[in-house]
């Protein structure tokens, strides 16, 4: 299937065919105040997708791929390929050798915690966008320390903090400020909030956090533009440059992630790995995460799916990803099914979010003015179920993994 | 007769067994098995892990009888290092501390140069300090005037099991260095834990291999095993091996008369 007619159907409504006939500001033109990088990075993702031609690759090319003890590009474009299918038996046994060879049996866990759901962003397929009518929700500070003190009681030492995408709404100060709340109870602080400048991920360095994540979606710059139709995530190369600005702020480690079913996800899971593999090669000291999310239901459109990415071809990016940068972090989120989630643990990924709740103010049973959630979770289980879930399945479970100096 | 007792010094430490469990992969299993079968006296921890009084806390795996090696992994020059180092003599309440520095998310390759500046700082502060580094001489020889203790020279990229593959770098520290060598990182089996002990070396550091090793008590009776025969062979002094030539039956030198 082409990159063009490659079309997710389960997204759209009449409502948003509508919307996507509108006239649209130019999605690779920078907003003011958006800081602009000098780098190289972007042109570079954007030339190994373009040409990746998946469909050229045969069961020899993947076999040598596995051969090789370090995998180059090309390895990794094999791995992804449809002729690597028939070989997921073997890719999923080398891709555990090498999880174990970095990992061993441990397994990072964490929580995300939503502490508001305002964004500005008009992205279809997401149920925060700005045009779904859910209800809305922003924590207080006091609020934020109860939802962080109840989760910190669960045994967790890392967490993750996310906001819509809402720069008013949501400050850079006010994520600031549930930083160094955080601080107070938690060893590692990763954010999942809308890009910032390198100066502003400096400061919110400075307030605890040391992990920045950001989702491309896509990297079918096309693609993205029909389906973010407004606010600042429609603006294509900040979006892209927000984890090189991060290291230059000074965060120790940045994420990425590909939502698989958006566009053609052979290519978006391709462009993901190369994405982080030349920021790692220009600064070597960072560390690199991913994430490898398929699209769900989201209120008021149940019918989402991540179309042609099945359970297997989920496994085979996962497992791309380990054999192409073993070193790196793969997260594997509570979309997934615990059967799935269990089994992606035990091949290729490494670290694994419980007790989540993708709404606002969940985690104390009498908060009031709770906010609706982002997409509906699959694996509800505990914190404590999914420890002892990992124990049974002979793994590690690690709270910490990481001091801070 | 009474053979006098092979030990070995770390700062004012004696220690009997040279075989050190490295940090990395935890289970309460592995711990077990290293201290009760690879008979380990020191038990490396990377501070980054330990949650004290929380859920999965390896500081709770850790027996008492061990001494508690916390090492500074995490840490991206001697700065941090060295209040990694503070930190972790608090909490550990050990004076020992494994220096490990890296600006290398991908090989996790050692800075020596920040380890040297760390290695200088802490020991200054009475701090038993084991520098695991590159196997330099040169900066093996600053780490000596900085007053390490020993030195950790990696044997290979770190949890690679490949083996010693800076071999020859190892055993020119062994020749030339004073202090204890403790080869870490990359042995993968008990052959070159024994071969690296036959070289000379005083100890070596070992976790990946029995980490993820099938049986992971047998192998790790299987590393206490190859140390102590490597031990022997060295202390034995190797018989003669000749790696390029033959021995020639008539020699060179026999046509000399006077």
């Given at each position: 299937m082409s990159a063009e007619n490659h079309i997710n159907e389960s997204i759209l409504s009449d409502e948003i065919k509508e919307h996507q006939k509108k006239n649209r500001i130019d999605h690779m033109k920078y907003m003011p105040d958006m800081e602009v990088l000098e780098s190289d990075i972007l042109d570079k993702v954007l030339n190994y997708v373009e040409n990746y031609n998946y469909e050229t690759y045969t069961e020899a090319d993947v076999k040598r791929a596995l051969s090789h003890e370090r995998k180059t590009p090309e390895d990794f474009a094999a791995l992804l390929s449809p002729a690597a299918l028939p070989l997921l038996e073997e890719i999923a046994q080398c891709a555990k050798v090498e999880k174990e060879r970095y990992f061993g049996n441990s397994v990072a866990m964490f929580t995300p915690l939503y502490i508001a759901n305002y964004c500005e962003n008009y992205c279809i397929y997401c149920g925060f966008n700005c045009h779904n009518k859910i209800k809305r929700a922003q924590l207080n500070a006091q609020e934020i320390e109860q939802e962080m003190a109840a989760i910190a009681k669960s045994g967790l030492q890392e967490i993750l903090i996310l906001t819509g995408e809402s720069r008013s709404k949501s400050t850079v100060e006010y994520i600031g400020e549930a930083c160094k709340i955080a601080r107070k109870y938690f060893r590692v602080i990763g954010l999942e909030i809308y890009p910032v400048n390198a100066d502003e991920y400096a400061y919110l360095h400075k307030c605890g956090a040391d992990y920045v994540t950001v989702f491309?979606?896509?990297?079918n710059s096309d693609k993205y533009e029909t389906l973010h139709l407004a606010g600042h995530k429609r603006i294509f190369p900040y979006r892209f440059y927000a984890q090189e600005r991060a290291l230059k702020g000074g965060m120790r480690g940045v994420g990425f992630g590909a939502l698989l079913g958006l566009d053609d996800f052979r290519k978006d899971a391709f462009a993901t790995g190369i994405h982080g593999w030349l920021l790692q090669k220009k600064y070597p000291h960072g560390e690199i995460a991913f994430s490898c999310p398929r699209l769900r239901p989201i209120i008021n459109n149940d019918k989402i799916n991540p179309m042609d990415v099945h359970e297997k071809q989920l496994l085979q990016v996962v497992c791309a990803y380990r054999l192409f940068m073993p070193f790196a972090s793969i997260t594997v989120s509570t979309r997934e099914c615990e059967r799935v989630r269990d089994n992606l643990m035990k091949i290729a990924a490494n670290k694994i979010s419980a007790?989540?709740?993708?709404?606002?103010?969940?985690?104390?049973?009498?908060?009031?003015?709770k906010g609706d959630e982002q997409f509906e979770i699959s694996d509800t289980r505990s914190v404590e179920q999914v420890y002892e879930d990992l124990e049974k399945l002979n793994l590690q479970p690690v709270m910490a993994d990481y001091v801070y100096v | 007769m009474e053979t006098k007792k092979d030990t070995w010094k770390l700062g004012n430490h004696e220690f009997q067994s040279r075989f050190i469990l490295g940090s990395g992969k935890y289970s309460l299993e592995l711990i077990q098995a290293a201290v009760?079968?690879?008979?380990?006296?020191i038990v490396t921890m990377a501070l980054r892990r330990a949650n004290e009084g929380g859920l999965a806390n390896i500081l709770d795996y850790i027996p008492k009888n061990v001494t508690l090696l916390p090492n500074t992994s995490g840490a991206r020059n001697a700065e941090e290092a060295v209040r990694i180092a503070r930190l972790s003599r608090e909490i550990c309440q050990s004076e020992f501390v494994k220096i490990e520095i890296m600006r290398d998310s991908k090989y996790l390759l050692p800075d020596n140069y920040e380890t040297a500046k760390a290695t200088e700082i802490l020991a200054k502060e009475g701090f038993v300090v084991m520098p695991y580094m590159y196997p330099d001489l040169n900066a093996a020889r600053d780490m000596v005037s900085a007053g390490a203790a020993c030195i950790m020279p990696l044997g290979?990229?770190?949890?690679?099991?490949?083996?010693?593959?800076?071999k020859e770098f190892i055993q020119i520290l062994i020749d030339e260095i004073e202090l204890p060598i403790i080869v870490d990182a990359g042995i993968g089996r008990p052959s070159q834990a024994c071969e690296a002990m036959e070289m000379g070396a005083t100890a070596i550091m070992a976790n990946t291999a029995i980490a993820t090793a099938g049986d992971v008590p047998l192998m790790a009776e299987a590393f206490k095993n190859a140390v102590e025969a490597g031990r022997s062979a060295y202390l034995s002094g190797l018989g003669r091996v000749k790696e390029k030539g033959g021995s020639a039956s008539s020699p060179l030198t026999g046509y000399l008369e006077d």
């Open positions: 491309q979606e896509t990297y007790g989540v709740s993708t709404g606002i103010g969940e985690h104390v049973e009498e908060m009031e003015d | 009760e079968l690879a008979k380990a006296e290979a990229p770190i949890g690679s099991n490949k083996g010693l593959c800076t």
